[in-house]
């Protein structure tokens, strides 16, 4: 099975600047698929963003974009001008191999707080 | 669409009870799971289903079965409820493994065993 670790339990951030949430995964795979996740306070999960590993370029959706580091296994979630609307609890996730890609692995999850 | 819908939102059980979490998607999507939610833990995998009569455990599947009779439901079975079972609840689906296609979620049945 892999291994996605978030490091970061909690992060704060004011309203308006960049925030990073750091993300490393564990796999032998060399084919497989990274996404990211956000869980408001309502507990309802929300897909944010999805990184190939053979994607040459860094993905990107509206203000999320993927620092990705294949070299460092690192998967990076940049949200820039953070909006109190980001305050949630945000997840990284990989495809699962043992399940032939039908299930994904999830890290631990970092909760976000935005303030004004 | 209503795409992943769960049912019940919260359920009560008294420890040593049974009952079925039911999950149904109107998208056609072949693969489905359940996940279980705790406190600092993640989502962890507890069964799931790659096709109508095709079912496999998860990383934690002790005290749940599953069966996958259709393509639009799959219901997660707790036959003798234990403390330890008191989590949040989520089913998923997709359209198709190693892909893009994310995972999309329901909203959750919130679960407490006293």
């Known amino acids: 099975a892999q291994k996605i670790t978030q490091t970061q339990p909690g992060m704060f951030v004011q309203e308006k600047e960049a925030v990073t949430l750091d993300c490393t995964y564990d796999?032998?795979?060399?084919?497989?698929?990274l996404f990211w996740y956000k869980q408001p306070s309502s507990g309802e999960m929300i897909f944010l963003i999805y990184q190939g590993s053979y994607d040459q370029q860094n993905a990107t959706e509206g203000r999320y974009s993927l620092n990705f580091q294949k070299a460092r296994k690192s998967a990076n979630l940049v949200i820039s001008a953070s909006q109190l609307g980001d305050s949630a609890m945000y997840f990284c996730?990989?495809?699962?191999?043992?399940?032939?890609?039908?299930?994904?692995?999830f890290g631990k999850g970092t909760m976000l707080l935005v303030s004004p | 669409n209503a795409g992943v819908t769960q049912t019940p939102k919260f359920q009560v059980l008294k420890t040593g009870q049974s009952m079925t979490l039911q999950c149904a998607q109107d998208?056609?999507?072949?693969?489905m799971s359940w996940y279980r939610q705790d406190p600092g833990m993640g989502l962890r995998l507890i069964h799931y289903?790659?096709?109508?009569?095709?079912?496999d455990q998860g990383e934690v599947p002790n005290g749940y079965n599953v069966s996958r009779s259709t393509t639009e439901d799959f219901p997660l079975r707790l036959l003798s409820a234990a403390p330890s079972q008191t989590s949040v609840y989520f089913c998923?689906?997709?359209?198709?493994?190693?892909?893009?296609?994310?995972?999309?979620f329901g909203p959750g049945t919130r679960l407490t065993v006293t």
């Open positions: 796999t032998s795979d060399p084919s497989y698929g």
């Open positions: 998208m056609n999507h072949e693969y």
């Open positions: 996730a990989m495809r699962e191999p043992d399940s032939g890609y039908s299930t994904l692995t």
């Open positions: 998923a689906s997709s359209y198709s493994p190693g892909s893009s296609y994310e995972q999309y």
């Open positions: 289903s790659v096709g109508a009569g095709i079912t």
